[in-house]
């Protein structure tokens, strides 16, 4: 069973950078699209950040592009997302999914408050 598990969230001031890390486990890492994504409280899940199998062609979400950054390394079979700038809109949890799956791991908790 393929098991993905976050951490990296907390509790941050506006204008704060976190990144957030996932950790797969039992997953062809390698040759698996990775995606991030936010539930934000009142709203649907969103798609935040996604990342390909080499190259690692990444897409952003309009709500954090050009304040975020997606990055994996193969050998750790770990994929990250870097947060900069943080407003409280950013509040939420955050998920990892494998793309094209049903595979999520249980998410870090983004709280930015003034």
């Known amino acids: 069973q393929v098991q993905l598990v976050e951490s990296g969230g907390g509790l941050v001031h506006p204008g704060s950078s976190l990144t957030l890390s996932c950790v797969a486990h039992?997953?062809?890492?390698?040759?698996?699209?990775m995606r991030w994504y936010r539930q934000s409280p009142g709203k649907e899940r969103e798609l935040v950040a996604t990342i390909s199998k080499r190259p690692s062609i990444r897409t952003y979400g309009d709500s954090v592009k050009g304040r975020s950054f997606i990055y994996r390394d193969d050998r750790e079979n770990t994929v990250w997302l870097q947060l900069s700038n943080l407003t409280p809109e950013d509040t939420g949890v955050y998920y990892c999914?494998?793309?094209?799956?049903?595979?999520w791991g249980q998410g870090t908790q983004v709280s930015v408050f003034s």
């Open positions: 999914n494998v793309g094209n799956s049903n595979f």
């Open positions: 039992r997953l062809a890492f390698s040759g698996s699209e």
